[in-house]
């Protein structure tokens, strides 16, 4: 299958401080990456569509101004964690399809801690 | 009602036997299904996709379509204690891509 590569896997950090996570498909080019959040023995949740050269759009509920979402390129979508809380401590995840059928390959994902 | 809906589980079987998981959604017109198997600490990963009602089959694992009835499940033949994960249905309404995750089955297989 497709590879898609996410990093750092784990993060942590001050609350107040900023955290940026990327993804990247390594061997095809993806026009929409998805990044998800998965709270401790939770099922993932859609947190936003990155869309290559246009603005992400965001699920009910995620705070487009706090999660910043930066798709400039076919392989590299970038989700920042502005002012971090220990709230926003999580596991997050991104995925992306090659197009060419609908099943979508996930990221290692990033476990991030806030203390 | 939640659009993918799955039991919690912990679902315990003995290595060797069959584990049988159910899900159900709540949009007819939903289009694709996909099981996906997530151990602890690491992301999902794909195992099966089935889009026709019917039964599908790849190695130990068989996945099954009910369109009419609005569920799908998931047969792991010959369980093995690697399999020991959370299994996750998701389903695609619309193109787009847009993937909606159940709660997850949690299965422990015993040796």
């Known amino acids: 299958g497709a590879v898609v590569s996410q990093h750092p896997s784990r993060v942590i950090c001050k609350s107040g401080t900023s955290v940026k996570i990327e993804c990247r498909s390594l061997?095809?080019?993806?026009?929409?990456m998805f990044w998800y959040r998965q709270f401790p023995k939770q099922s993932l949740m859609l947190m936003a569509t990155?869309?290559?050269?246009?603005?992400?759009?965001?699920e009910q509920g995620v705070e487009k101004d706090k999660f910043l979402i930066n798709h400039a390129s076919l392989t590299l979508s970038t989700l920042t964690v502005t002012s971090a809380h220990p709230e926003d401590s999580s596991f997050y995840i991104c995925?992306?399809?090659?197009?060419?059928?609908?099943?979508?390959?996930f990221g290692s994902g990033t476990q991030l801690s806030v203390l | 009602q939640k659009e993918v809906e799955q039991n919690s589980g912990p679902l315990s079987v003995p290595e060797g036997a069959i584990a049988s998981l159910n899900c159900t959604y709540s949009?007819?017109?939903?289009?694709?299904f996909f099981w996906y198997r997530q151990y602890s600490g690491k992301s999902p990963e794909l195992i099966m996709s089935?889009?026709?009602?019917g039964d599908k089959e790849d190695g130990r694992f068989t996945a099954q379509l009910n369109k009419a009835s609005q569920y799908v499940s998931l047969l792991i033949r010959d369980s093995q204690p690697s399999d020991s994960a959370t299994y996750l249905c998701?389903?695609?309404?619309?193109?787009?891509?847009?993937?909606?995750f159940g709660g997850g089955t949690r299965v422990l297989v015993k040796p």
């Open positions: 061997d095809f080019q993806a026009t929409t």
């Open positions: 998701a389903v695609i309404k619309a193109a787009g891509n847009k993937l909606t």
């Open positions: 995925s992306a399809g090659t197009g060419a059928d609908e099943k979508l390959f």
């Open positions: 949009d007819r017109g939903s289009q694709s």
């Open positions: 990155s869309n290559e050269g246009s603005k992400a759009t965001y």
């Open positions: 089935i889009y026709s009602n």
